[in-house]
């Protein structure tokens, strides 16, 4: 009934079993004793001996010395030896250990373990020969067992303990593995962040080109017609009607150098604010049209390769608390995806469009629509991994998509899906909540716990 049997301590088991035994059997000396590896010996683990009032571990048993008490172990359940001293089992010890230690009588049980005699425990009265009953030797037997159990519960407490050091090394493994993947994601968003951004630099300076030129032009006619208007008037031939053809020609050209200067102005500034919004990532609330607007606008030196324009239907007024520049970031991949993808031959009627309406009880719907050739079945479900692309040797990386997937899921706290059917175009939906999840606290010196798994896209 003791805890001690069971609680993985065993020596204070042992003990608790030789006490027992001692008091049990009214025994002066009782022992354990257990087979080396080599099962060719037997040590003491403990031996109590409550006449003396002494303990000892020192002795070591051989079986060269003993081979018929090892032999008895072997096969018997129990060695009763009346007389120990004639017994076939145990009159080897006679002269060694019997006879210096006054010991007359011999009771010992073979310890078991996982159906293995591994030692013994051995009760030894002195001064005279004693007869064991069969009560004396179900009892020893008993306590031998209780010695096994008192290993197994050991050995079960070490197993325990190795286990948890085992998960606790898993856990940190996971952590470190984990924290080496976030950095490698977040990473791998800066650089396609910076890529991005890059892109819509040429973009835009090419773009800014067209208006520039025209604006440049605009005041060479500007000068030309000042230069005409100084010679007329310097050679005293200036009539009312070249007068006006002058003027007209000013009209014209200051028309065109304001719109032109105008359009180039825009361009400019629409690129710096998303630039700035990319770059400076805070959460707060956003007015979604302007946003966008903006975005389109930086984008359609991408998307005008596709088509004319990218139409943007948002409800007016419509705000969400997220986190702009990651939203940008999620629209840019979604829309080059579909520029680069989408038709991979021009066509006239080709199509792109973004859509944004309000969700009930909160949150926005974003889609991003193609009518090009769509996705097959069979690669719809590995469009978000890394690194799967479909045209790896045309310089996609099959990062785009999975970036987008991985800052919706996890930065702006929503769900990005795939709507598509062969030859019918694509859809890629993103559902956003009213408000994004607040920015994760700063990494502090405790080791982080698991996290999150891999994550999705193409590109």
Same mark, same amino acid.
């Given at each position: 009934?003791?805890?001690?049997?069971?609680?993985?301590?065993?020596?204070?088991?042992?003990?608790?079993?030789?006490?027992?035994?001692?008091?049990?059997?009214?025994?002066?000396?009782?022992?354990?004793?257990?087979?080396?590896?080599?099962?060719?010996?037997?040590?003491?683990?403990?031996?109590?001996?409550?006449?003396?009032?002494?303990?000892?571990?020192?002795?070591?048993?051989?079986?060269?010395?003993?081979?018929?008490?090892?032999?008895?172990?072997?096969?018997?359940?129990?060695?009763?030896?009346?007389?120990?001293?004639?017994?076939?089992?145990?009159?080897?010890?006679?002269?060694?250990?019997?006879?210096?230690?006054?010991?007359?009588?011999?009771?010992?049980?073979?310890?078991?373990?996982?159906?293995?005699?591994?030692?013994?425990?051995?009760?030894?009265?002195?001064?005279?020969?004693?007869?064991?009953?069969?009560?004396?030797?179900?009892?020893?037997?008993?306590?031998?067992?209780?010695?096994?159990?008192?290993?197994?519960?050991?050995?079960?407490?070490?197993?325990?303990?190795?286990?948890?050091?085992?998960?606790?090394?898993?856990?940190?493994?996971?952590?470190?593995?984990?924290?080496?993947?976030?950095?490698?994601?977040?990473?791998?968003?800066?650089?396609?962040?910076?890529?991005?951004?890059?892109?819509?630099?040429?973009?835009?300076?090419?773009?800014?080109?067209?208006?520039?030129?025209?604006?440049?032009?605009?005041?060479?006619?500007?000068?030309?017609?000042?230069?005409?208007?100084?010679?007329?008037?310097?050679?005293?031939?200036?009539?009312?009607?070249?007068?006006?053809?002058?003027?007209?020609?000013?009209?014209?050209?200051?028309?065109?150098?304001?719109?032109?200067?105008?359009?180039?102005?825009?361009?400019?500034?629409?690129?710096?604010?998303?630039?700035?919004?990319?770059?400076?990532?805070?959460?707060?609330?956003?007015?979604?049209?302007?946003?966008? &607007?903006?975005?389109?606008?930086?984008? *359609?030196? /991408? =998307?005008? %390769?596709?088509?004319? @324009?990218? $139409?943007?239907?948002? +409800?007016?007024?419509?705000?969400?608390?997220?986190?702009?520049? &990651?939203?940008?970031?999620?629209?840019? *991949?979604? /829309? =080059?995806? %579909?520029?680069?993808? @989408?038709? $991979?031959?021009?066509? +006239?009627?080709?199509?792109?469009?973004?859509?944004?309406?309000?969700?009930?009880?909160?949150?926005?719907?974003?889609?991003?629509?193609?009518?090009?050739?769509?996705?097959? $079945?069979?690669?719809?479900?590995?469009?978000?991994?890394?690194?799967?692309?479909?045209?790896?040797?045309?310089?996609?990386?099959?990062?785009?998509?999975?970036?987008?997937?991985?800052?919706?899921?996890?930065?702006?706290?929503?769900?990005?899906?795939?709507?598509?059917?062969?030859?019918?175009?694509?859809?890629?939906?993103?559902?956003?909540?009213?408000?994004?999840?607040?920015?994760?606290?700063?990494?502090?010196?405790?080791?982080?716990?698991?996290?999150?798994?891999?994550?999705?896209?193409?590109?």
């Amino acid at each position: 009934m003791s805890p001690l049997i069971d609680g993985g301590a065993d020596d204070a088991a042992i003990r608790l079993v030789l006490n027992s035994l001692c008091e049990g059997l009214n025994v002066a000396r009782g022992g354990v004793w257990f087979l080396d590896e080599a099962r060719n010996a037997l040590r003491c683990r403990l031996l109590v001996d409550r006449q003396a009032g002494t303990e000892s571990d020192a002795t070591v048993l051989h079986r060269q010395d003993y081979p018929a008490y090892f032999e008895a172990l072997q096969h018997e359940r129990a060695i009763p030896a009346h007389n120990a001293r004639t017994d076939p089992s145990t009159r080897e010890f006679t002269a060694g250990y019997l006879e210096p230690l006054n010991i007359h009588a011999m009771l010992d049980v073979p310890i078991r373990h996982h159906g293995a005699m591994i030692g013994v425990v051995c009760a030894e009265h002195l001064g005279a020969p004693r007869t064991w009953s069969d009560d004396d030797i179900a009892f020893a037997g008993s306590l031998g067992d209780l010695v096994g159990r008192a290993l197994n519960a050991r050995e079960q407490r070490d197993t325990q303990v190795a286990l948890a050091c085992l998960n606790q090394e898993l856990e940190d493994r996971v952590a470190r593995r984990t924290a080496e993947v976030v950095a490698l994601r977040d990473q791998l968003v800066e650089t396609d962040k910076m890529a991005a951004l890059g892109g819509l630099v040429a973009g835009v300076a090419h773009e800014i080109n067209t208006p520039l030129g025209v604006s440049v032009t605009a005041a060479s006619v500007l000068r030309e017609v000042h230069a005409q208007f100084g010679a007329a008037l310097a050679a005293g031939q200036l009539r009312r009607s070249h007068l006006q053809a002058l003027l007209r020609q000013q009209e014209q050209a200051i028309d065109l150098l304001e719109g032109n200067l105008r359009r180039a102005a825009t361009l400019v500034e629409s690129f710096k604010q998303t630039a700035v919004d990319q770059c400076t990532d805070p959460l707060e609330l956003v007015d979604l049209e302007p946003l966008l &607007s903006r975005t389109l606008m930086s984008l *359609n030196p /991408l =998307t005008k %390769a596709v088509c004319e @324009a990218v $139409p943007l239907s948002v +409800p007016a007024g419509l705000s969400l608390r997220t986190y702009p520049g &990651s939203l940008i970031q999620v629209v840019t *991949n979604l /829309l =080059t995806n %579909a520029a680069r993808h @989408a038709f $991979p031959t021009p066509r +006239p009627d080709a199509q792109l469009s973004v859509t944004v309406e309000a969700i009930p009880g909160g949150g926005a719907e974003l889609a991003v629509r193609d009518n090009g050739v769509g996705i097959d $079945p069979s690669l719809q479900r590995r469009v978000f991994e890394p690194f799967f692309t479909t045209r790896r040797g045309d310089g996609g990386s099959g990062l785009g998509l999975s970036i987008a997937y991985n800052l919706v899921s996890q930065r702006l706290g929503g769900r990005l899906s795939l709507d598509s059917q062969p030859g019918q175009g694509a859809c890629f939906r993103v559902r956003l909540p009213a408000v994004a999840p607040a920015p994760a606290p700063p990494p502090s010196d405790q080791r982080a716990g698991p996290s999150d798994g891999a994550m999705p896209v193409q590109g």
